[in-house]
Structure formats: structure tokens, C-alpha cells
């Protein structure tokens, strides 16, 4: 039967959207090759071909749903033989970014409208692989802060402003931005009895 049977990629953590060729490697003789994605086989289709006799794999437009695991099978009129799973690590966003504000408004205040006093906790979300890296910036102005969530301690009236959320991955060269408004209405919340 064929043996020394692998998979080799000529992209290991390739960015979504790019080609990948898998080339199935084995020894023996008057050897067949078939391609799985997990039990499901591949064939030549709208994103993949098939070359060199079925050995290479080439996706077209590799996407984060193609992750694997990947699969070689070997065969010759001795036997069949399969390769351990490949997996590949795609690479994307960020996309799909969020910006919410907590705590939520009371329904008696306009959106984006808070009282002074305020302990206001800005969240950003992306969707992204590896994680997207997150900045801030205030009426245009990056700040210093990093990180998914700027938190806004007895947020003041000066503070009203644009809040933007910049999140990039590294790895794709990728930059995605969401902002919102924020208004702080009145003097300081103050704990009075009456």
C-alpha cells in the first residue's frame, strides 16, 4: 500500500481570500489521490481545482470555513492509505465591528445622552482571527488606551464628545473603525436626601 502519506501547504496561515495549494506527498507505485474536508470529498469546483493528477489541491479563495481538517487519500492496487488531518489557520478581519455603551440608557433620555456622574463602560467587538487589536480616539484624537473596553469613570459634560473604536489584525493589514456620540447632560450626580 502507499505509504509516508502527508499533507504540505504552501501557505501555513494564509489570509482569507488568497490561493493555498495542498500537494498531497506519498510513496508507491501507480498511485490515486482523493481530497476530504473532514468525510466530505473535494473535487474540482467553483473555488478548488485538481492538478497534477489529483496529488495537488489548489482553493482558489481559501475562506475562514476552510480551516479543514484537510485530508489525503492514497491508494494503488496494494491498498489505500490516508494522511493525518491538515489543518489551516485563515486568517481574516476584523469585520462585522460593534460600539455599545453600558449601562444602558433609561427610556427617559435621548440616545447617547447621559447624566454627569455617569460611570459609562464603552465596548468594542470585530469579529477577527488572529483577535483584533483594539485603540480609542476622542473627537478625532487617538488616546493612549488600549483594549476592547474604555471605561468612563463619573463621566463629566466635558467629556461629551465622538468615541471611536479602531481595531486592526496584524496579520491581515486590516483596519476597521466605529464610532458614536456621546452627550453628558448637567452638573455631577449627587446623592441627595430629601
Given at each position: 500500500?502507499?505509504?509516508?502519506?502527508?499533507v504540505?501547504a504552501n501557505?501555513t496561515d494564509?489570509?482569507?481570500f488568497v490561493t493555498?495549494a495542498?500537494?498531497c506527498?506519498?510513496s508507491?507505485?501507480d498511485?490515486?489521490y482523493?481530497?476530504?474536508?473532514?468525510s466530505s470529498e473535494?473535487?474540482?469546483?467553483p473555488?478548488?481545482?485538481?492538478t497534477?493528477?489529483?496529488?495537488?489541491?489548489i482553493i482558489?479563495?481559501v475562506?475562514?470555513?476552510?480551516?479543514?481538517?484537510?485530508?489525503?487519500?492514497?491508494?494503488?492496487?496494494?491498498?489505500?492509505?490516508?494522511?493525518?488531518g491538515?489543518?489551516?489557520?485563515?486568517?481574516?478581519?476584523?469585520?462585522?465591528?460593534?460600539?455599545?455603551?453600558h449601562?444602558?440608557l433609561?427610556?427617559?433620555?435621548l440616545e447617547?445622552?447621559?447624566?454627569a456622574?455617569s460611570?459609562?463602560?464603552?465596548?468594542?467587538?470585530?469579529?477577527?482571527?488572529?483577535?483584533?487589536?483594539y485603540r480609542?480616539?476622542v473627537?478625532?484624537?487617538?488616546?493612549d488606551?488600549?483594549?476592547?473596553e474604555?471605561?468612563?469613570?463619573?463621566v463629566?459634560?466635558p467629556?461629551?464628545?465622538?468615541?471611536?473604536?479602531?481595531?486592526?489584525?496584524?496579520?491581515?493589514?486590516?483596519?476597521?473603525?466605529?464610532s458614536?456620540?456621546?452627550t453628558v447632560l448637567?452638573e455631577?450626580?449627587q446623592?441627595d436626601?430629601?
Amino acid at each position: 500500500p502507499p505509504s509516508n502519506v502527508s499533507v504540505r501547504a504552501n501557505q501555513t496561515d494564509p489570509v482569507e481570500f488568497v490561493t493555498v495549494a495542498l500537494q498531497c506527498i506519498a510513496s508507491g507505485l501507480d498511485l490515486q489521490y482523493r481530497w476530504l474536508n473532514g468525510s466530505s470529498e473535494v473535487g474540482t469546483g467553483p473555488q478548488t481545482q485538481l492538478t497534477n493528477g489529483s496529488q495537488t489541491l489548489i482553493i482558489t479563495t481559501v475562506q475562514r470555513d476552510d480551516r479543514g481538517p484537510w485530508f489525503c487519500s492514497v491508494s494503488n492496487p496494494v491498498g489505500n492509505t490516508a494522511s493525518l488531518g491538515y489543518n489551516l489557520t485563515v486568517s481574516y478581519g476584523p469585520e462585522q465591528l460593534s460600539l455599545t455603551v453600558h449601562p444602558l440608557l433609561p427610556p427617559s433620555l435621548l440616545e447617547g445622552t447621559y447624566p454627569a456622574g455617569s460611570d459609562l463602560t464603552l465596548s468594542c467587538l470585530a469579529q477577527s482571527s488572529p483577535p483584533a487589536l483594539y485603540r480609542w480616539a476622542v473627537n478625532g484624537t487617538m488616546t493612549d488606551h488600549m483594549g476592547p473596553e474604555l471605561r468612563l469613570p463619573r463621566v463629566q459634560a466635558p467629556q461629551s464628545g465622538n468615541y471611536t473604536c479602531w481595531a486592526s489584525n496584524s496579520r491581515t493589514g486590516r483596519t476597521e473603525a466605529v464610532s458614536t456620540e456621546l452627550t453628558v447632560l448637567g452638573e455631577s450626580v449627587q446623592n441627595d436626601c430629601v
